[in-house]
């Protein structure tokens, strides 16, 4: 998680204290586009300070209607939600219009685990132009999160019942256009401040608890532009300036970071149904409080189109990224000990890939080598388990990944599997007791399904298997696990705008640890109806 980021538009907002944080994102899911899932020489070109993998968001059109979701389940489980959108001709132009939408949300639980409670409300609004080759939006949210669970951070389950209230707020401004052929720029600029209240023992809060406030600010710009028929220019760049305040000991309170990406593309046909990208450029990252490093991307892909829209894609790329570490690492504190001389991390990725697919199915797999080097750990203490440190370590991955999906009329399907083999090196043979980078899974396969077999009852099914790395720190339960969620939902005839649902998740007696030492999750009943307008 600490080195992935999650992008909106054409900034990535990352926590600069912590990625445990990144993925507290103010905003309804009806705002945002398909998410992509950006690694390799992707990432290296549009990601910003996350070394592995981002998750990048679009900003969907505004269509006029809304929703209101009522429901609630075992455990106490109570949740509501309502969405509204309206949209409008811009003056009297025909090809610009307006738009705007609200959305609150809120729910509540005791836990499927003693201790394992949450508290959540969030209230997102967005305002929107849009023109004939342009669309640019405005957006407004807060969250209040509050979760408890044992042995959190610490994986000591027995001994700390610790809480976490977070609060976030963001302000958002996005501007896309398109222009000439196949050209396209967008200008993103965001604020985020987060405040954060740490408990380790409920039942005794001054024991030990941390406070933190952090904010950033960011305006990034990427885009394509296109030269001819042959030559392109594909580029992104990022500023951010964070400061923190807190109750541990951090080496500085602020940070400003810049990112430049500069990759051109050559493409030619050597047939008419067939055509080779080459793609080879560089980025150049720098940062007020560490040093600053150029980093190759090269990518070559051939693509092909055949008959009955048949297409595939073959892709060899080697990428380089680097990364500063956040404020909780380089902290010097007392429960979570970090280390104020860490430097900044890089990851080296090289990757062979291919997709094949028509209208009706899709597979892609790939295979890769990663070298991380001085990549970012947090290791148990061997003197008190409750306790642990920040470490580097450098790694070497090898990975392979294989996704199929396929639609049928009233059927579809999509499974992956992943395998996973890591090799590790902490300048200490001694440590082997990671919380991190060494709690992977080194198989992992999902199957999910969605059925419909009338027009008004639709059935969904996910399932997960995975085969962790042992760990001596997985006190209790297996080191493999299958998971499930099963859902079904009802539209009833005499009124098309209602739906009815209920769920399932966890179905199965599991006792695995996805953190080493941290119980998890229960099994969750829930049901509800949404009526939408």
């Known amino acids: 998680f600490e080195d992935t980021g999650v992008q909106l538009g054409s900034v990535t907002l990352l926590d600069p204290q912590t990625g445990h944080y990144t993925t507290e994102l103010p905003i309804a899911s009806e705002m945002l586009g398909e998410p992509k899932v950006l690694t390799g020489a992707d990432n290296a070109l ?59 949300s809120r729910s509540e639980s005791d836990g499927t685990i003693p201790y394992g409670d949450h508290a959540f409300d969030r209230t997102s609004g967005r305002i929107q132009l849009l023109g004939p080759d342009s669309q640019t939006d405005l957006v407004f949210g807060y969250q209040d ?12 389950e027995a001994y700390y019942r610790e809480t976490e209230d977070i609060q976030t707020r963001l302000i958002l401004l996005s501007h896309h256009i398109e222009y000439g052929s196949d050209s396209f720029l967008e200008a993103s600029l965001f604020h985020r401040r987060l405040s954060d209240h740490f408990i380790l023992k409920r039942d005794d809060p001054t024991f030990y608890q941390a406070l933190h406030e952090t904010e950033a600010d960011g305006i ?33 309170n602020s940070r400003d970071y810049f990112k430049l990406s500069l990759v051109p593309q ?166 082997t007791r990671s919380i991190y980078a060494l709690n992977y899974p080194e198989q992992r396969a999902t199957f999910g399904s969605i059925w419909r077999p009338t027009s008004i009852v639709e059935i969904r099914i996910d399932n997960e ?11 209790k339960g297996p080191n493999s696990l299958l998971l499930s969620h099963f859902s079904a939902s009802y539209y009833p005839s005499q009124n098309d705008d209602l739906e009815i649902f209920m769920a399932y998740d966890k179905p199965w007696d599991e006792d695995f640890q996805d953190i080493p030492g941290t119980p998890g999750r229960g099994d969750q009943f829930s049901f509800g109806a949404t009526y939408s307008w």
């Open 145 to 156: 999160k509050f979760f408890g669970l044992p042995g959190m951070y610490t994986g000591n």
């Open 266 to 431: 050559y493409k030619y046909s050597p047939k008419d149904n067939e055509v080779i990208v080459a793609k080879l450029g560089a980025t150049f990252d720098d940062s007020n409080r560490d040093r600053s490093r150029y980093s190759p991307i090269a990518e070559l892909t051939r693509q092909r189109v055949y008959d009955l829209n048949l297409y595939d894609e073959l892709f060899l790329s080697y990428s380089e990224t680097s990364q500063v570490l956040g404020y909780t690492a380089l902290a010097n504190g007392d429960q979570f000990k970090g280390d104020p001389n860490l430097k900044r991390g890089t990851s080296k990725n090289l990757e062979l890939g291919y997709i094949l697919s028509n209208s009706e199915w899709k597979f892609s797999g790939a295979i890769f080598k990663r070298w991380d080097k001085d990549l970012v750990d947090w290791i148990f203490s061997n003197t008190d388990p409750g306790k642990r440190k920040s470490k580097q370590v450098d790694v070497e991955t090898i990975g392979l990944e294989l996704i199929g999906s396929r639609s049928w009329q009233n059927f579809e399907a999509i499974a992956s599997y992943t395998f996973l083999k890591k090799n590790e090196d902490y300048g200490n043979p001694s440590i």
């Open 46 to 104: 549009r990601g910003f300070n996350s070394s592995v993998g981002t998750i990048s968001y679009s900003w969907r059109e505004i269509t006029k209607g809304g929703s209101l979701t009522i429901g609630g389940g075992d455990h106490d489980l109570n949740f509501q939600r309502i969405h509204n959108a309206i949209t409008g001709s811009y003056g009297d132009s025909k090809d610009w219009t307006w738009g705007a939408e609200i959305e609150s």
């Open 220 to 252: 990034g710009v990427s885009g394509y532009h296109n030269l001819n028929e042959s030559l392109a220019l594909n580029f992104s760049s990022q500023i951010t300036s964070d400061k923190i305040k807190t109750t541990s000991s951090v080496p500085f």
């Open 465 to 475: 298997w995975r085969k962790q790395r042992m760990s001596q720190d997985r006190d």
